[in-house]
């Protein structure tokens, strides 16, 4: 969806006079009543007030504030996302259901980058195997729940400007009646490349002997630039059904990822979703929903603002290496809800295609030659679920339910490394059990085991890279099987909430990123095991002030081969108090994290030191305008995320870290009605 530059600013220009009633005290003492007697334990959730207070650019860097959720940084935008210490495919991201995987390789483009806030209402994540609904989710799940529209006319500008001239722009506008309604948006992203605390630019890691280096023109450029439009329409025929029909479009131009080898030229997102539903149509059937969907991204990449597409006598184009990459899924769900004696059994019946095709062009012995990186997988799925919730009597709610999947893999062309038609079947089995008890009002203890199946993906099935060194997939991979237990209690009053929790997962079959030779990079299946804990509080005390806090830890090993699991965050904490009195707040944090020396030598992993940074904002809303003003890091802080650290074949180089963000100030205006 392009526009114009004039009219970008236009909307900027007239967003800038506007500003959105934010969440006053009664809207913080609803999130504590929401977390604390709403959520079951094992979900969390993140609304969007929490998110447009914050300077965050995609959905890597909002969720950070949930306790046991990290990213990956890989340049200013599309942070991907971790759980618990599971990443990539383990978890599964949804929008509204919709089930969303990003086209580059070595995921410049996660499925969290593929929507905008503007959009979202809220996000509901999901820790451990616990969503029986959906195939996958071996860690986890994140649904990003899309707005619907109000009653009558209504609309949502909002403008943040912020350093190195960031620009995130949006308007809503939307109708609803008891019959139909509807709702169209548009948002513009933009910005420079960000510095980081020790005044250097994030792109400027590299030596000035390395050939990922950017060029001097290139190396201040534009981070990003991103345009994204969606509508939603929703039909009501009766008092009891709902048809609701959307789409979204996003297009994302120039995203620089010094991370890796190369930057994106563009990704070209379609997100399509219908569905309906009938509720209480009857003392046994309580609910039924038919969805369909369809998403599709397009994804360009290559290194022609790196001193790698220099041209020689073998790069003769403006660009050594190029990748275009392409996925697509389409899926259908039923899912029904009846009343089944003193419970209520759920169950479903869904299936998707995954198409995943890479074609890779490099200059290699003075010749451009096409390689099928990804040689055009489709990955089918079929499955089925069944859960029961039981209460027994009032302090006792028991759920348990088991799921079968079948997945038919098949590489549609030949690279060095499969022939064209080869395939792979599996079959897997999920379930789990969770029981919850609340001895006296307030007060939830919880306790599940869950196993929870991933097939492998395209990607760890058929890639095949040639180079130094090459990197090749494993058509031997079995699917991984996580075995988990979780235990937690919560409590919470209308002003108090603090739930903690311990989980511990028997990994079997666990897909591993590995250093097969000193010229080979592929996957194997090992046995590990994770465990960790975390805690989460947040209470209202008196003078309108409200505290809150939070802990995580994970600790992971590779028990095949006796030495830590890469990729794993370190134990991190964050605490905050606000002064909020429905009109004005103010609110000072403060982010942690512990020095992670568990790192994975067979891969050269390196230690990251601990570190702490402040951030401080504050706001103020009258009659439907507001405004926003914060500075995060604002002691300048030079540090790193530990998962900030690159080690696939399409990274800068063993070492090479993208630095997190220097002190940023940011403005952000609203306006609802």
Known sequence: MKVTTTAKWCLVLAAMFSVEAFGAEQQLLDEITVRGSKEPPQEESLTIREVRESPARDMGEALKQVEGINSVRKGAIANDVVIRGFQKDNINVFVDGVRLHGACPSRMDPPSFHFDFAEIEQVRIVKGPYDLKNPGGLGGMIDAQTRRPGQGFGSDLSLTYGSWNNVNASATGSYGSERYDGLLGYAFKQSGVPKAGNHKLITDIYPASSA??????????????????????????????????????????????????????????????????????????????????????????????????????????????????????????????????????????????????????????????????????????????????????????????????LTWAEAGKGNTMVAAGTSTDFSEVSANLQLTYEPVKGVELFTGLGRGVRTPDPQELYLDLPGTPVWRGNQGLKPTVNHQADIGIKYATNRFYVNTSLFYSDLTDYVNFYQASPTLKSYQNIDASMWGAELGSQVALPLDLFLRGSLSYVEAENETDNRPLAEIPPLKGAISLRYDNGTAFIELLENMARRQDRTDPGLNEQETAGWATTDLKAGYASMGFTVYAGVNNLFDQYYFNHLSYARDPFVGGVGYKVPENGRNFYLTAQYKF
Do not use: C
């Open 212 to 405: 990922n280096r950017y060029k001097p023109g290139e190396i201040d450029a534009t981070a990003y630039e991103i345009n994204s439009g969606w509508l939603k329409f929703g039909l009501n025929p009766t008092g009891n059904s709902r048809s609701e029909i959307s789409y979204s479009y996003q297009d994302a131009d120039h995203v620089l990822y010094p991370y890796l080898k190369m930057d994106a030229d563009y990704d070209r997102t379609h997100r399509l979703n219908w569905s309906y539903r009938l509720r209480k149509i009857s003392p046994l059937v309580q609910d039924l929903k038919l969805q369909a969907y369809w998403d599709k991204i397009a994804h360009v990449m290559d290194d022609r603002f790196r001193f790698s597409s220099t041209p020689s006598m073998a790069v003769t184009r403006s660009y050594s290496m190029k990748t275009d990459a392409e996925t697509q899924v389409y899926g259908v769900k039923f899912t029904t809800s009846l009343a089944a004696g003193p419970g209520t059994l759920n169950s479903g019946l869904d299936y998707y295609n995954r198409n995943w095709d890479a074609l890779n062009q490099r200059a290699m012995y003075f010749a451009y030659r096409d390689h099928a990186l990804i040689p055009d997988v489709s990955i089918d799925n079929l499955g089925m679920f069944a859960e029961y919730e039981l209460p027994i009597g009032n302090q006792w709610q028991l759920k348990g339910g088991v799921r079968g999947d």
